[in-house]
Nanobody
Framework: QVQLVESGGGLVQPGGSLRLSCAAS????????MGWFRRAPGKERELVAI???????NYADSVKGRFTISRGNAKNPVYMQMNSLKPEDTAVYYC?????????WGQGTQVTVSS
């Protein structure tokens, strides 16, 4: 079973930037979509951004214009550049990969935006 591992989280001041990466322990075939979700304290998990194999993207309204999702390669299938971070972006961020037959999730990386 392929594992996903996120990296790039951390503590950043408001207005700062972070780049999240998602590494796969093996090659994932037949990817149909990849994305990032997040769960803030006391809240439900929500979709942040998703990109299809065809390159179409969709973003949560709260991050449009600030976050950019991009595709990588088989070992690092998806990235997300986060700019102009706000305290309300504080959450655990999860990498997500969907294929024609399976769904993969990472364990999450903490992003904390605070002065």
């Amino acid at each position: 079973q392929v594992q996903l591992v996120e990296s790039g989280g951390g503590l950043v001041q408001p207005g700062g930037s972070l780049r999240l990466s998602c590494a796969a322990s093996g090659t994932i075939f037949s990817i149909s979509a990849m994305g990032w979700f997040r769960r803030a304290p006391g809240k439900e998990r929500e979709l942040v951004a998703i990109i299809t194999n065809g390159g179409s993207t969709n973003y949560a309204d709260s991050v449009k214009g600030r976050f950019t999702i991009s595709r990588g390669n088989a070992k690092n299938p998806v990235y997300m550049q986060m700019n102009s971070l706000k305290p309300e972006d504080t959450a655990v961020y999860y990498c997500y990969v969907r294929t024609t037959t399976s769904t993969y999730w990472g364990q999450g990386t903490q992003v904390t935006v605070s002065s």
